[in-house]
Nanobody
Framework: QVQLVESGGDLVEAGGSLRLSCAASGSTFTFSSNAMGWYRQAPGKQRELVAHISSGGIATYADSVKGRFAISRDNARNTVYLQMDSLEPGDTAVYCC?????????WGQGTQVTVSS
């Protein structure tokens, strides 16, 4: 089993910044060996991948957030971060982190990000 706990969501004004955290734990889970992803889902929309980081630290981003968001990981803390700058109202969503172990996927409960115009 893997547990993922997100934090850092808040209400911010457009142009502001937030840093989300996702702490991972599990007795058989080796954080450093696993890729991690941040997803978001806005009301009435499908869930979308925002950013992904490989076990080796290679990051990829959705086109909509390139240049504004940065994903990083701290293997000593079993935590993945999402730094979000220049936030826009369109970034409003519940943000969740995800990982996989074997053929199973694990999701956190999510953290709400609301960007006011």
């Amino acid at each position: 089993q893997v547990q993922l706990v997100e934090s850092g969501g808040d209400l911010v004004e457009a142009g502001g910044s937030l840093r989300l955290s996702c702490a991972a734990s599990g007795s058989t889970f080796t954080f450093s060996s696993n890729a991690m992803g941040w997803y978001r889902q806005a009301p009435g929309k499908q869930r979308e991948l925002v950013a992904h980081i490989s076990s080796g630290g290679i990051a990829t981003y959705a086109d909509s957030v390139k240049g504004r968001f940065a994903i990083s990981r701290d293997n000593a803390r079993n935590t993945v971060y999402l730094q979000m700058d220049s936030l826009e109202p369109g970034d409003t969503a519940v943000y969740c982190c995800k990982t996989s172990q074997g053929y199973r996927e694990y999701w956190g409960q999510g953290t709400q990000v609301t960007v006011s115009s």
